[in-house]
């Protein structure tokens, strides 16, 4: 009987199954507003980590690959910063050092030389990543530089699954610090599964509401790249790839 209520008291006391046992904390980016976030809210995105790989399979995953509504392909160095953005349509292609700005722009297949108008191509190539990866990897990003985490509650997603929400808002970073999201982490998996942008942090309706669907494993990492009618496709995590990709126009074939 004693064995008996200590199981029952156990399963009332872990909540989720999956995560009776706390998950891992894993180490904030500088100026992560912890001390301003809520420590439940901490906890979630905590979860969400562990949920979607890992701390150290993120943190060991170099290069990111995917097609942002089917308009642009993005390929992602994260160790070093580089990034290649191809827009076919225009024949267009960006190589941009997202930290320094450093890098090479082609518009309809010509190359940008002048200084003035590479520095302005540089910077949009820049802000095309901070937009498009950010519908990627937002769920490793909960506690990235700038972040406020709020605890919304429990709340269920459109499609009535049970999650709880949590509320990001922004100081001093990124393009538009001026945003707010909701990000809605199902009870049972502890992923995102939808999320609310709201383009200023005193709006009380969102903009839009999508769905995170259509999880995936790659190399370790649970990426998502259903988005409701738009989606995130040709999504893919390499160890390696030619030098030449992110320096040259033509992109080189490569078999990873």
């Not at 390929?75 to 960006?94: C, F, H, M, N, S």
């Amino acid at each position: 009987m004693y064995q008996f209520l200590s199981l029952i008291l156990l399963l009332l006391v872990g909540g989720n199954s999956a995560f009776a046992q706390a998950a891992p904390a894993y180490p904030a980016q500088p100026d992560f507003r912890a001390v301003e976030s809520d420590p439940r809210a901490i906890t979630i995105a905590d979860e969400v980590m562990a949920a979607s790989g890992g701390y150290d399979t993120w943190n060991n995953t170099r290069y990111l690959e995917w097609t942002f509504f089917g308009r642009r392909t993005l390929l992602w160095d994260k160790w070093t910063g580089w990034v290649r953005i191809d827009v076919p349509e225009q024949a267009d292609v960006y190589i941009v050092n997202i930290n320094d700005l450093e890098g090479k722009i082609w518009l309809g297949g010509e190359a940008q030389t002048q200084p003035d108008t590479l520095q302005k191509y540089l910077s949009q190539a820049r802000s095309i990543w901070i937009n498009d990866s950010y519908w990627l990897v937002m769920p490793f990003k909960l506690k990235d530089s700038g972040v406020k985490l709020t605890d919304r509650g429990e709340e269920a997603a459109e499609d009535g699954q049970a999650c709880d929400k949590l509320e990001l808002t922004f100081q001093q970073v990124g393009d538009t610090p001026q945003n707010k999201y909701w990000v809605y982490v199902d009870r049972d998996t502890r992923r995102v599964i939808q999320w609310s942008y709201f383009p200023d942090a005193s709006d009380e309706t969102p903009r839009f509401t999508t769905p995170w669907a259509d999880y995936r494993q790659y190399d370790g990492l649970w990426l998502s790249g259903g988005r409701g009618r738009n989606s995130l496709t040709n999504i893919a995590v390499y160890k390696e790839v030619p030098a030449a990709i992110f320096q040259e126009r033509d992109r080189p074939s490569f078999w990873p």
